[in-house]
């Protein structure tokens, strides 16, 4: 099923963004190269590398739910819904990052677009299943 090659190559992508949040926490990466240099002091950055990561978490989670590699059941229309929320996201993130000062910044708007386009595909590959049964 291709729906489950998109399900893993976001998550897998996500898993990249998710670690390198983690080494912007950590200071492996110097912080004031993320979120367009907002990041003054160190509790903005916990702040903000906190929510960043319990969002990639949790969309992680919702993938590996719709993949069903995760013994933990959810209606399928709440996990489409909180799909849908986040190829919106993307697509918004993706504009804004293109339109960022800095060139590190706008790198990142060909990872939001391709997380937005594989969203995409997995709602519109259930959709397809759906209505040809």
């Given at each position: 099923m291709k729906t489950n090659i998109y399900i893993k190559l976001s998550?897998?992508?996500?898993?990249?963004?998710t670690?390198?949040?983690?080494?912007?926490?950590?200071?492996?990466?110097?912080?004031?190269i993320a979120w367009g240099g907002q990041l003054k002091n160190d509790i903005k950055m916990y702040t903000f590398e906190t929510l960043s990561i319990f969002i990639n978490l949790f969309?992680?989670?919702?993938?590996?739910?719709k993949g069903n590699y995760l013994n933990f059941r959810?209606?399928?229309?709440?996990?489409?819904?909180?799909?849908w929320i986040?190829?919106?996201?993307?697509?918004?993130?993706?504009?804004g990052n293109i339109v960022a000062k800095s060139?590190?910044?706008k790198a990142f708007s060909a990872m939001t677009l391709i997380l937005a386009i594989l969203i995409w595909y997995?709602?519109?590959?259930?959709?397809?299943?759906?209505?040809?049964h």
């Open positions: 998550v897998f992508l996500l898993t990249l963004v670690t390198f949040h983690l080494c912007l926490m950590v200071k492996l990466i110097p912080y004031n969309l992680i989670s919702i993938l590996l739910i959810l209606h399928e229309k709440t996990i489409n819904i909180v799909l986040f190829f919106f996201i993307f697509i918004l993130n993706t504009f060139n590190f910044v997995i709602l519109k590959k259930e959709q397809e299943i759906t209505t040809t």
